[in-house]
Each structure stands twice: as structure tokens, then as C-alpha cells.
């Protein structure tokens, strides 16, 4: 039998089950705020402090059938551009190491999965960013990710493709694992390529982190803001779970994506 998500989530600080209750109206205008203010939100103690230590062994459980990839990228996760001088951004390599549990690895029983598929949070994280409805990705493998960050892998600065991410982090590295963003460097209007330039420099633009103490659910604007988790240092690794929430229903990955994310294609009999 799975978890009931009230039982994993600490609706008594979040109440977020109470769907346009005073307490509800209250907390999502006040995410909106800080979402607004700073590009990023984090609700830290969101999964109850004691059912923290339960969600990690899940996750550390999972994370030995982890995909390891290593990749050279840009910020802007494409490939590097021959037009451009090489010390221009589009031309500059950064390096990504990271593990990755697919969806189709994580039972249906597991904590993780009732909070991902829990309708109250769907529509919570929609209010918060005023989208009329989000749909779970559909696809077998993206929908749900396991980020699993061992000794010396990290995520390398770049900005997402999507306007937002929603993450829960689930155990914290000893040293290192940092997310580390500096707010709206770029806009549609304005690639800014010399202050990006300047970041990859090694500058500090006002960098900030995201805190990531355990249990605590993150909401990420990383379209226009440069991030990055900082290599982890030590035996401890950092698991985080992606939570994949899009504007379209029936949205997947070709089995292509499939290959290049998760180094095969999905289980034919969906998610155990
Ligand atoms: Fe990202």
C-alpha cells in the first residue's frame, strides 16, 4: 500500500491539502512574493522532519541503479559555436557530471512518487506560479528524476530551457553541492553575453545559493538566472528529486532523449 502524502508532507506549516482555505490564500501569496523578489523559493522542513531520514534511505536505495553522465557544455546547453571568437559564452565548455534514477526506476510505492503524484501539490505549485493548470510530464523516464551528485560531480553554470524547475532535496552532501544562481543575468530582450563572460570568469555577479537542507521543496525560475550545483566533496552523496511539471498534457521524450539522458530507453512494462 502507498503513503498517503499528508503522512510525508508537513501540511500542518504548509497547508497546502486546504485548497483556498485562509491559511492556503496565505502561503501562496507569500510564495508568490518571494518567488517574485528573488527568481527562486524554498520551504524548507517541507517533508516531515521525521520522515526525512526514511525518504533518504528510498532515495539511497535507488541511486545505486543511478545513469552517470559526463558532459561538455555551454551555458545554454548546446554544443560550442564555431561562428563566435572562443572566449565568447556560446563558445565556452563548461563540465557536467551527474547520476540520475529514471521515473521508471522508482516504485509506485515509494514516498517520493506519492508526493509527485499528489493532485494538491500539482495545483499548489501552478497557483504559485499563476499557471491556470500543470499537468505531470508523461513521459516514463522524466517525469520523476532522482538527482544523485557523488563525490566530484556537479552541474556546471548554464540556464534552463524551461521557465521553472521544482526540486526536493532529499540529503545533503558533506562538502560542496551547493546551488548556486545569480538572479535574472540575462532577459528575452538582452543575452548580456559580458556579464555571463565575467561569471565564467570566475567574477561574482551577487551570487546566491538556494538552501538545501533536507526536505525542503525548492521552486526555481532558471530561465534567465545562471546556476549551478558546486562539485561535492566526500563519500555522502547529494540526492534531489526532480519534480517534472509542464503546461501541456501527454508531453514525452522521443526515445532518442530517452538514450541521451538516461543511456537507454524506457522499461516496456511502465513503472514498477
Ligand atoms: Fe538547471
Not at 510564495?31 to 520551504?43: E, H, K, P, T
Request: aromatic share 10%; with cysteine.
Amino acid at each position: 500500500m502507498g503513503w498517503a502524502p499528508d503522512r510525508i508532507v508537513d501540511i500542518e506549516r504548509y497547508p497546502i491539502a486546504d485548497r483556498d482555505s485562509t491559511g492556503w490564500h496565505a502561503l501562496v501569496r507569500d510564495c508568490r512574493q518571494r518567488l517574485a523578489d528573488n527568481g527562486a523559493l524554498s520551504l524548507p522542513g517541507f517533508v516531515r522532519p521525521e520522515r526525512q531520514d526514511a525518504m533518504a534511505d528510498e532515495a539511497r536505495a535507488l541511486s545505486a541503479d543511478s545513469h552517470v553522465m559526463t558532459e561538455r557544455h555551454t551555458v545554454y546547453f548546446e554544443p560550442a559555436d564555431p561562428a563566435v571568437a572562443p572566449d565568447h559564452p556560446r563558445c565556452r565548455l563548461g563540465r557536467t557530471t551527474k547520476g540520475g534514477v529514471a521515473a521508471d526506476r522508482i516504485p509506485a510505492d515509494a514516498m517520493l512518487r506519492a508526493v509527485y503524484e499528489w493532485d494538491a501539490l500539482k495545483a499548489f505549485i501552478a497557483a504559485v506560479l499563476d499557471e491556470p493548470v500543470l499537468y505531470r510530464h508523461a513521459d516514463p523516464m522524466a517525469a520523476l528524476n532522482i538527482g544523485v551528485f557523488r563525490d566530484g560531480f556537479g552541474l556546471d553554470w548554464h540556464f534552463d530551457r524551461a521557465d521553472f524547475a521544482v526540486t526536493l532535496s532529499i540529503q545533503t552532501a558533506a562538502g560542496g553541492g551547493a546551488f548556486e544562481y545569480v538572479p535574472n543575468l540575462r532577459s528575452d530582450a538582452d543575452q548580456n553575453y559580458e556579464a555571463v563572460s565575467r561569471l565564467l570568469d570566475g567574477e561574482d555577479l551577487g551570487i546566491k545559493a538556494l538552501p538545501f537542507e533536507a526536505g525542503t521543496l525548492a521552486l526555481f525560475r532558471g530561465h534567465h538566472s545562471p546556476h549551478r550545483v558546486t562539485p561535492v566533496v566526500g563519500e555522502c552523496a547529494r540526492l534531489a528529486a526532480v519534480l517534472s511539471y509542464v503546461r501541456e498534457p501527454g508531453v514525452t521524450f522521443s526515445p532518442y532523449a530517452q538514450e541521451l539522458f538516461y543511456g537507454r530507453t524506457a522499461a516496456p512494462d511502465g513503472p514498477r
